[in-house]
């Protein structure tokens, strides 16, 4: 080594930050450990459950558990949110205020130093922000712009939830919980449709599209928007009162797509990654390539596999509006099938919430057989007037029952099952771990 390099390797290292990310276990805290990395961060982290599909591959040690000792020499403290709500007298955090080490969400790093510089491109929305932004991610590599890409879910053409790029395109799932979302300045923003959720923050619709208001009141080039859907329009309508934002209708593209996914609601999300593609200035027909060639994203009708010839699904979701939207895909798909459904409710305050959504959806699917599993609780305490039972009454259907214990009809489910049946796992908390046990058992 020459001492010229010796001296430039020990200039970048006392320039380089070293950020220790909290719950780096996390689908967003992973991709940005990874991002972070790339950048010339040094990055370390801990979880309480560091093995998982995140982390696999991600080339970073995380460690176990959280622990004062992790912050020796620390710039930056990078925290999952949740640590604020559930545990604010956490030894990290308090070592770290000792210390003055900045403390930032994960989602304030991001925004804060991984964004600058970089041409945003920002998904928002309730439902279908992950496949839009794999959709976006996917065509802007296809169209050789490389773009980094950051995301909730594992990308099946790339086995991650991330993508590293070099070029100035950033490209990321914009959470409105929490208010996360509100660390991006995008240059294109998609929102693709604003229906109440997320109960346990947002207390009322109302201060739930103020959210998606002050969201889109950060854009500083153009809105990609479902113009259809009335909350939508009316939170756009306000913005225009107070910024000179320019916005598109992207539900007026006539786009002629063969997608490999089934359901409308994924043509759907096409149509809004289309027209970011057309801003950009790619051409159209290497836009539908992409699109068409587009492979998914994990947990969204993902085929897990195969019992007695019966195929088994797995998809991510929590909200009538997404659960019924799949089912309707698979009952076009396998219209020669039987359809059983096994779904998990996710958090105590969404189900009650929507409940009576739950109910009629369920009542009118026609669909085989449905077990409601108990709620799972996530970040929630049980308040004890709501539970999976209760929804399984309300339904009122024979072939819709409440299970106390899904892993222990298995045995039963496996006997019945034959090559005309499906088989849907879908939920936001264990469905997709029954899934593979229920496939690999």
């Not at 770290?96 to 130093?113: D, N, P, R, S, V």
Request: hydrophobic share 40%; charged share 25%; aromatic share 10%.
């Amino acid at each position: 080594m020459t001492e010229e390099v010796g001296i430039f390797n020990r200039l970048r290292r006392k320039s380089m930050k070293k950020v220790h990310i909290m719950g780096m276990g996390g689908s967003g805290a992973s991709a940005i450990a990874a991002i972070a990395k790339s950048q010339g961060f040094e990055v370390s982290g801990c979880d309480l459950q560091p093995i998982n599909e995140f982390t696999t591959d991600l080339g970073i040690a995380v460690l176990t558990g959280h622990s004062s000792e992790h912050l020796t020499d620390k710039d930056i403290l990078a925290i999952t949110p949740a640590i604020i709500k559930f545990d604010p007298g956490n030894e990290e955090v308090r070592e770290a205020k000792k210390q003055g080490i900045e403390i930032l969400t994960w989602q304030e790093f991001m925004g804060k130093y991984l964004e600058k510089d970089k041409f945003v491109i920002a998904i928002s929305g309730t439902h279908g922000k992950s496949t839009t932004t794999a959709m976006i991610g996917t065509l802007l590599e296809d169209a050789e712009l490389d773009p980094t890409v950051e995301l909730g879910a594992v990308v099946n053409k790339w086995g991650k939830n991330f993508r590293v790029g070099n070029s100035k395109y950033f490209v990321t799932e914009a959470d409105e919980y929490n208010n996360n979302f509100l660390v991006s300045h995008p240059d294109i923003t998609v929102v693709l449709n604003i229906d109440y959720d997320h109960p346990d923050f947002f207390k009322t619709l109302d201060s739930y599209k103020e959210a998606f208001y002050n969201f889109i009141l950060q854009s500083k080039g153009t809105v990609v928007a479902n113009l259809e859907d009335k909350n939508v329009s009316e939170v756009l309508k306000n913005v225009m009162k107070h910024s000179k934002v320019s916005s598109v209708d992207f539900n007026k593209n006539e786009v002629n797509l063969n997608l490999q996914i089934p359901g409308k609601h994924y043509l759907f999300d096409a149509k809004a990654a289309f027209q970011v593609g057309v801003i950009l200035g790619i051409e159209p027909q290497k836009i539908i390539y992409s699109l068409n060639n587009f492979q998914g994203i994990g947990r969204r009708l993902e085929k897990i596999g195969q019992v007695n010839e019966a195929i088994v699904i797995s998809s991510f979701g929590h909200h009538p509006t997404e659960i019924e939207a799949d089912i309707e895909a698979l009952k076009e798909k396998y219209s020669d099938k039987k359809l059983w459904v096994i779904f998990q409710p996710h958090l105590f305050s969404r189900t009650k919430l929507l409940f009576n959504d739950f109910v009629r959806m369920f009542k009118n699917l026609n669909v085989a057989g449905v077990m409601i599993a108990p709620i799972y609780p996530s970040r929630e305490k049980d308040p004890g007037d709501i539970n999976s039972k209760m929804l399984a009454q309300k339904i009122g259907d024979k072939k819709v029952e409440y299970v106390e214990d899904v892993v222990k009809f298995y045995p039963e489910m496996r006997k019945m099952l034959t090559k005309n049946d499906l088989v849907l796992f879908i939920g936001a908390g264990d469905t997709d771990k029954w899934a593979r046990e229920f496939v690999n058992d």
